[in-house]
């Protein structure tokens, strides 16, 4: 019964195909049966069956090994082909485009995939060659362009010396006709010229003796105008004294007897102190109207603005004088020890602006005057 359980198992083992399982129990048996046919057969045809299914595995795992070789090859080659394909037409593109280093680049990459050598080296071929062929036709045109323009430049320096002798011929007919055209407004000039100097002294010593004569006006206008208000003051200061002397020897009280009536006497006419202060003011403007006509000689002008230069202090002094009909502002500007005297007469009819007892214009009083 021993001997059959030991067959039994290594069947069983052998069934599964553990084919060690089922010799070792096939052993087993022979241990008990020595040298039996059965178990020994058993041994044999277990050991047979080992032999043949690692065979079988191993013609498994060599076809699979091939097959996944023969798959990576084929992945290899396909993605040689893409490569060598992508170089390719990248190659052609930039061809195409004239770009035959680039070119010959693309190419050598796809030759370097090892996938078609003949059409990489043809491609690299051509293109060079086209490189070539593209080089003596740019060489062809610049040496074309190159012979245009020499042309070109022949014809414009001829046209331009052209010009230049034209322009030569023209300019000396041009500065010809200058000069000519100049002598003769230089002789109409100094004709022109003779005469408004003729002119000009005729109404110079025309208008000299106008002023003369209205100055010579002016100045016994201005003197018999201070003479009469001197004479009317004196009459007036007289008239007053008279009044006043006549005034202290009268004896209001006295009368000549009794029942007579009070003696008569002469009016005698006195003036307030309004009257007396209007006398003055007059008086003042006319002395103030006199200053203004009067006419100072260089060096009486040096002297007075020397003297202003002493009495008023560095910088602009103003000093405004009112009278009756008239308003003045009188501005003494001293700047580095020099002083000028400035005025602004004011009128009802207008205003008028001196500097040193000249007269001078609105904008130059504002300019000097300003602090």
Aim: charged share 45%; no cysteine.
């Amino acid at each position: 019964a021993e001997f059959e359980a030991a067959i039994k198992k290594g069947d069983d083992a052998l069934t599964a195909k553990k084919y060690d399982d089922a010799i070792a129990s096939y052993n087993t048996g022979l241990s008990v049966k020595y040298d039996d046919a059965t178990a020994n057969a058993k041994i044999a045809n277990a050991q047979k069956s080992k032999t043949a299914e690692a065979e079988r595995l191993k013609a498994e795992a060599e076809a699979k090994a091939k097959a996944e070789a023969d798959a990576k090859s084929a992945a290899e080659l396909a993605k040689k082909k893409a490569e060598f394909e992508k170089n390719i037409k990248a190659g052609d593109e930039k061809l195409i485009a004239k770009k035959f280093d680039d070119a010959v680049s693309s190419y050598n990459i796809a030759l370097a995939t090892k996938y078609d050598d003949a059409t990489a080296n043809a491609k690299i071929s051509a293109a060079q060659k086209s490189k070539v062929d593209e080089d003596a036709r740019i060489k062809a045109d610049v040496d074309a362009k190159a012979r245009l323009e020499a042309l070109k430049k022949a014809k414009e320096e001829a046209d331009a010396k052209a010009k230049i002798d034209a322009e030569e011929k023209a300019k000396e007919e041009a500065e010809a006709r200058a000069a000519r055209e100049a002598r003769e407004k230089i002789l109409a000039e100094v004709e022109a010229a003779k005469k408004l100097k003729d002119d000009a002294i005729k109404k110079a010593a025309e208008e000299a003796k106008l002023k003369a004569e209205a100055e010579a006006k002016r100045i016994a206008d201005a003197e018999a105008a201070k003479k009469a208000k001197d004479e009317q003051l004196a009459k007036m200061l007289a008239e007053a004294d008279a009044a006043k002397a006549s005034k202290a020897k009268e004896d209001p009280k006295k009368k000549t007897g009794a029942g007579s009536q009070t003696q008569k006497t002469e009016p005698v006419k006195t003036f307030s102190e309004e009257e007396l202060a209007q006398k003055k003011a007059m008086e003042e403007e006319a002395k103030a109207k006199a200053d203004l006509a009067k006419k100072m000689t260089e060096a009486e002008r040096d002297a007075f603005l020397s003297d202003l230069a002493k009495k008023y202090p560095e910088g602009v002094t103003v000093e405004d004088q009112t009278f009756l009909k008239m308003k003045i502002t009188r501005i003494i500007v001293v700047r580095n020890k020099k002083a000028h005297e400035y005025k602004k007469i004011v009128f009802s009819y207008g205003t008028y602006y001196k500097k040193d007892g000249n007269d001078i214009s609105k904008a130059i009083y504002d300019a000097e005057t300003r602090k």
